[in-house]
């Protein structure tokens, strides 16, 4: 069977989108499993070891990631862990707020249209 170049080029899309939306969506279910295991009073060290490294740590005061600038680390929250799902068109992210003893007090969901 001969192949054009059309039929090639149409395939390879096909394939490319399939593999895109297989990983866009086992990136956020896992990041969802792993989320819903960490909970407030588990330490820093817990959340890397159900998260692994963080995508980007906003120290208090300071700005949180493009498309979540509004979010501040205040009071209790001495660092914030932020996991973004870079493949995701509507902006997904997980954070936890840790306080300055190592534990979290706060996480959160976030989805942005």
């Not at 090639?8 to 990983?23: E, H, K, N, Q, T």
């Not at 009073?41 to 509004?70: C, F, I, N, W």
């Not at 997904?92 to 707020?97: D, L, Q, R, V």
């Amino acid at each position: 069977m001969k192949w054009s170049l059309g039929k090639v080029m149409v395939a390879s899309i096909a394939v490319l989108a399939a593999l895109y939306v297989g990983s866009c969506t086992y990136i956020s279910e896992s990041g969802q499993r792993n989320f819903k295991n960490v909970r407030a009073g588990d330490s820093v060290d817990d959340v890397l070891l159900t998260m692994g490294e963080p995508s980007h740590v906003q120290e208090r005061g300071a700005k949180a990631p493009g498309g979540y600038e509004e979010s501040k680390c205040e009071a209790s929250c001495a660092k914030r862990l932020w996991y973004l799902n870079r493949s995701s068109l509507t902006g997904e992210a997980w954070s936890f707020e840790i306080n300055e003893q190592g534990d979290v007090v706060g996480t959160a969901y976030w989805m942005s249209p």
